[in-house]
């Protein structure tokens, strides 16, 4: 059975740092990409940032370049989101995703068609 497990979420003010984690488990041998998504009260579920399981052709969400950064330790399946200089617009559930199908797949339907999720971790951000 597949797990994700997020952690590193909370309340920051803005221009602070969070750095989320994604665990992995189970049988992720065939996984070929990984994603982060977040969800903000009212909002629809937005992909933030992608990377493929071999850490390449890392993708980020317009409002988000240049100041997250996803990366994967491959030796301990973990999948990080480093978030910089965060703004109250952040502030949102953020979901660790993953997919066995092309990589693409994360950026269709807002993560409609993802079928591995973690908990999801709130990150809170004070102006």
């Known amino acids: 059975q597949v797990r994700l497990v997020e952690s590193g979420g909370g309340l920051v003010q803005a221009g602070d740092s969070l750095r989320l984690s994604c665990t992995a488990s189970?049988?992720?041998?065939?996984?070929?990409?990984m994603g982060w998504f977040r969800q903000a009260p009212g909002k629809e579920r937005e992909l933030v940032a992608a990377?493929?399981?071999?850490?390449?052709?890392?993708y980020y969400e317009d409002s988000v370049k240049g100041r997250f950064t996803i990366s994967r330790d491959i030796a301990e399946d973990t999948t990080y989101l480093q978030m910089r200089n965060l703004k109250p617009e952040d502030m949102a559930i953020y979901y660790c995703?993953?997919?066995?199908?092309?990589?693409?797949?994360?950026?269709?339907?807002?993560?409609?068609?993802?079928?591995?999720w973690g908990q999801g971790t709130q990150v809170t951000v004070s102006s």
């Open positions: 990377i493929n399981w071999d850490s390449t052709n890392p």
């Open positions: 995703a993953a997919t066995r199908g092309p990589p693409s797949i994360l950026r269709v339907g807002n993560g409609g068609l993802v079928h591995f």
């Open positions: 189970g049988r992720t041998s065939n996984f070929n990409a």
